[in-house]
């Protein structure tokens, strides 16, 4: 059976699934993440800085060294908000490219939200009610997903340009975040849910994916260190995740980075990521949050076997 390899590279992560397509669904040989922070810098340069350039290919010779290990046939390497927006995405793509030897796609909003549904639909462990909203919250990009099909492709999608690092950077510049600063951020991811044609108040289920979400649902779950198994699937109360989110923007980074289930990588722009979690529940007519650890790397992979 030949296998796939699935790269998701995003603002703050880097993100490797190797797997094939098994009688009980994918069959994941190899899963992992590099924190690499490609957005480093970028909302206010326009341009992938040359230490995040390095961080990504030392992650991604990584990568390349287990796909040849593995014995991979097919390879798809997806760039999502950080190289749509950066003026010197050509030289990133041309490091991939030696690297791996495959283009890396640029792919839109909407692909990369039809993507992260997919990934996050044909996981799910119960049936939910419908419509679903996926919520992906990436470093550079927030995307919400509607569908009213677990099976069928969504039915709507946006992708926002508010995400953890992009906003950290624009708005909380002091540790910890001063109310004013607090303040223009939820006004600045306000504004986007304003504008967005996916609205979260026809959502009947929100299901969270990727980093931010899940790490959130580590602390609220209160684990001793972070848990793959314990996140994936889990079933939030809607007041508990605000609560953690108001604890955690109150922290400074070296709180959050005491905390057993807190990703070094992720201490300083946790808050931000939260803020826009918290904003979109308390559009949202749910009294709960459904978690998957599985996402667009899980569709990207799908797009490779289906």
Same mark, same amino acid.
């Given at each position: 059976m030949s296998a796939v390899a699935a790269i998701d590279c995003g603002t703050n992560t880097i993100k490797l699934l190797i797997g094939t397509h098994g009688s009980g669904g994918l069959d994941v040989a190899v899963r992992e993440a590099r924190m690499v922070r490609l957005g480093q810098g970028l909302d206010a340069s326009g341009v992938i800085a040359d230490e995040a350039l390095g961080r990504a290919f030392a992650a991604i010779d990584e990568y390349a060294g287990l796909i040849r290990d593995h014995g991979v046939d097919r390879v798809r390497f997806v760039a999502t908000s950080a190289t749509r927006d950066a003026g010197n995405a050509d030289a990133f793509t041309a490091g991939v490219r030696d690297r791996l030897g495959v283009e890396p796609e640029v792919v839109s909003g909407s692909e990369e939200a039809a993507l992260a549904f997919d990934g996050a639909a044909r996981h /799910?462990?119960?049936? %939910? *009610? /419908? %419509? @679903? /909203? @996926?919520? *992906?919250? =990436? =470093? =550079?990009?927030t995307e919400l997903i509607r569908g009213s099909s677990l099976t069928a492709p969504p039915s709507a999608a946006h992708s926002m340009d508010v995400g953890s690092v992009r906003l950290h950077e624009r708005h909380l510049r002091s540790d910890p975040p001063t109310m004013v600063e607090v303040s223009a951020c939820v006004r600045d991811i306000d504004d986007h849910l304003d504008q967005s044609p996916v609205s979260p108040a026809r959502a009947a289920t929100v299901v969270g994916v990727a980093g931010t979400i899940t790490t959130i649902a580590a602390g609220v779950l209160d684990l001793p260190a972070y848990d793959r198994a314990a996140i994936d699937q889990a079933v939030l109360a809607v007041e508990d995740v605000h609560a953690l989110v108001d604890r955690l923007v109150a922290m400074t980074v070296n709180e959050r980075l005491a905390l057993p289930w807190m990703h070094p990588g992720r201490a300083d722009v946790i808050a931000a990521g939260g803020l826009i979690l918290s904003r979109v529940l308390r559009r949202a007519p749910v009294d709960a949050l459904v978690v998957s650890e599985s996402d667009i790397l899980d569709g990207i992979a799908w797009s490779l076997v289906d």
């Open positions: /799910l462990r119960h049936a %939910p *009610d /419908l %419509p @679903v /909203l @996926v919520l *992906d919250i =990436g =470093g =550079g990009s």
